[in-house]
């Protein structure tokens, strides 16, 4: 039964460009998280996706960043013109069910922006 | 302040030592309480929940104290592999499980 998978680990972008992260969940989880990681920091919450909704994207930057679940394939969390602030893990995470359950995380994908 | 609060440490022990950790939250509505282990640059892993009358597994214990609103987190007999940082998150009632994470603790266990 594979985890979670994001792809790519390892992200290079120039300033402007855009980048794309893309998260498969595990085998029978609806529930889809990203986080982001700055260097030497804690995780933050940046939205969190069922099928096709967003529920709550309150630590989402407003501008630039959107998050998106298809009824098919994988999620995907888009950064628009990226800057170099934007250079961070970014962790995606699954669970089968709501309240109370744990989350599994991805391996991450490292974005450096140059 | 923070929503989830953590000892940043280091904790510097040796191996065979008992060493615990603190976490402390400030939403009494919080309702589901984990911990988990990250290794340098790589992503969390659950290590445990925290159940409200504690729970252990093998050498960790995790207790929670609803009344003053912390969850603690016990390793026993310290191993070299036990060295990491360990994350406590918490998440709200509301039908869905939105962690909130504290920024970690360092342990760093030594020969």
């Known amino acids: 039964n594979a985890g979670v998978m994001q792809n790519p680990r390892h992200l290079v972008r120039r300033r402007g460009q855009e980048a794309r992260l893309r998260c498969s969940p595990m085998?029978?989880?609806?529930?889809v998280y990203w986080y982001r990681q700055l260097p030497e920091e804690g995780l933050k919450f940046m939205v969190y996706?069922?099928?096709?909704?967003?529920?709550?994207e309150s630590g989402m930057p407003k501008e630039r960043f959107s998050a998106e679940f298809p009824k098919e394939g994988p999620s995907i969390l888009r950064i628009q013109q990226v800057v170099r602030g934007d250079s961070a893990a970014y962790f995606c995470a699954s669970s089968r069910r709501g309240a109370g359950s744990p989350l599994h995380f991805g391996n991450g994908t490292r974005l450096t922006v140059t | 302040r923070k929503e989830v609060e953590q000892d940043p440490g280091p904790f510097n022990v040796p191996e065979g030592a008992t060493v615990a950790f603190n976490c402390t939250y400030s939403n009494s509505a919080s309702q589901s309480f984990f911990w988990y282990r990250q290794d340098c640059r790589k992503e969390p892993k659950l290590l445990m929940s925290?159940?409200?009358s504690g729970n252990e597994d093998g050498r960790f214990t995790a207790q929670l104290n609803r009344a003053s609103q912390y969850i603690s987190l016990l390793i026993r007999d310290s191993k070299l592999s036990d060295s990491a940082t360990y994350l406590c998150?918490?998440?709200?009632?509301?039908?869905?499980?939105?962690?909130?994470f504290g920024a970690g603790t360092r342990l760093a266990v030594h020969p």
């Open positions: 085998k029978g989880h609806s529930h």
């Open positions: 998150a918490v998440s709200r009632s509301g039908g869905y499980n939105k962690l909130i």
């Open positions: 996706l069922q099928k096709e909704n967003i529920i709550d």
């Open positions: 925290v159940y409200s």
